[in-house]
């Protein structure tokens, strides 16, 4: 600390309200001594400034690393005028993992048995996916097969979840700990010792000895990448998975009302169960299902093919809303809500290997009793820059959902 510094230090012991600076005598406040004692400003200079550090403060606590990370090291670079969020947030945000990684720690289980366990969820996945390929009307035992596989699949995969999370929690957490931790080292209070360097070696070791090499392998996965190594394979897909599930729920929350999201939410438990990725919601597909569905209302005919030439088929119809690649769809009407419309299509052959089928994405859209599903097989939304995804927007009319209705009578087509 150079003379000057070490005077402006020095003065803070004083009681006086304002101290004289040569050499021309204006006040100077103990405010803006102990600024200066700090070594700069450490308080938003701007509005602008105190945008920007609200808006990375949101997005440090974000669950999705690839924002958070970012988030923090901007909060970081902005140096001094950012310094207490960044300290809040990195305090937070380690004392969250660490409470997550030692509950995860404690819970993990056998791993033997949880072994046994994927292998036979592993083996009636494919048996299920077979089946559906199977499916037919003139053979109506695929369908109750298709039936005992979603009964017996879908709490399997919700209890294969649970495990699957304590495992990405201590993945996540410690692959990343090391950089935040290093980060706290440079901007933490001197007298602030909340992780010490003793308490950190004993949460890893207690990882490593939760998960063994499994932490090692998975520390570099590529959630937009599927892993060479078999054995992360099903960490990948959960991990996928559940990044798919946070986006659909912004977007289902956006654009969706309940009976929709029911549908979706449905179609997507489903396939998950199966071992196929969840379809990811995309606001076009929603969009030139929910027009097709209130077409066929207004213009009282139930059909793939519309009277307006510009409408003709569900090609065109995602086309107009902004989406290239539409890969098939399913019609309804009368179905009981969303969930009711989804059993409808699930025994139908055609409706069913649509929800079924190979496609990233899906829009629901509902009108009245009206009920249509779009898929497509174009570039995952989720997965595209902040500039490419203003490259896609809806196109033609916003149609805002209809609040939920329940009719009895049940029609569908594929």
Not at 111 to 117: Q, V
Not at 300 to 318: A, L, M, Q, V
Request: proline share 5%; charged share 25%.
């Amino acid at each position: 600390m150079n003379r000057h510094l070490w005077i402006l230090t020095a003065a803070l012991l004083s009681s006086a309200t304002f101290l004289s600076a040569a050499p021309n005598d204006l006040p100077i406040l103990p405010s803006v001594i102990r600024e200066v004692a700090n070594g700069s400003k450490s308080t938003p200079s701007t509005k602008v400034d105190e945008a920007k550090i609200a808006s990375l403060k949101e997005k440090a606590q974000s669950d999705d690393w690839s924002v958070a990370l970012p988030a923090l090291r901007e909060l970081k670079g902005m140096g001094n005028v950012a310094r207490p969020v960044l300290v809040d947030s990195l305090k937070s945000i380690l004392t969250r993992d660490q409470d997550a990684i030692r509950a995860a720690v404690s819970g993990i289980g056998d791993g033997k048995e949880a072994a046994e366990f994927e292998a036979k969820i592993d083996t009636l996945r494919a048996e299920a996916r077979a089946n559906v390929a199977k499916l037919s009307k003139e053979k109506p035992e695929t369908f109750k097969k298709a039936h005992a596989y979603y009964d017996q699949l879908v709490p399997m995969t919700e209890k294969m979840n649970q495990a699957w999370a304590m495992r990405m929690a201590i993945v996540e957490g410690i692959s990343h700990r090391a950089d935040l931790i290093g980060m706290w080292r440079e901007v933490a209070p001197p007298k602030d010792n909340t992780f010490p360097a003793d308490a950190e070696a004993k949460l890893k070791q207690s990882a490593q000895a939760a998960v063994g090499d499994f932490l090692e392998r998975a520390s570099g996965l590529k959630w937009n990448k599927p892993p060479q190594d078999e054995s992360l394979k099903p960490l990948w897909f959960f991990g996928v998975a559940r990044r798919i599930e946070a986006w659909n729920k912004q977007v289902m929350e956006k654009y969706m009302e309940a009976g929709e999201i029911k549908n979706f939410t449905m179609v997507n438990t489903y396939r998950e169960a199966v071992g196929l990725m969840p379809y990811e919601a995309d606001p076009r597909l929603i969009q030139a299902a929910r027009r097709h569905s209130k077409e066929m209302v207004d213009k009282k005919y139930f059909s793939h093919e519309s009277p307006t030439e510009s409408e003709k088929d569900f090609g065109k119809r995602c086309k107009n809303a902004g989406y290239k690649g539409a890969s098939g769809e399913n019609i309804a009407y009368g179905g009981k809500g969303g969930d009711g419309t989804f059993w409808m299509w699930f025994d139908s052959e055609g409706h069913h290997k649509n929800m079924a089928g190979g496609s990233n994405a899906m829009g629901v859209g509902r009108w009245n009793d009206h009920w249509t599903q779009n898929f497509g097989g174009g570039a995952r939304v989720m997965q595209m820059s902040d500039a490419e995804k203003a490259k896609v927007p809806v196109e033609g009319e916003i149609l805002p959902p209809q609040p939920p209705v329940t009719t009895a009578t049940r029609k569908s087509k594929s």
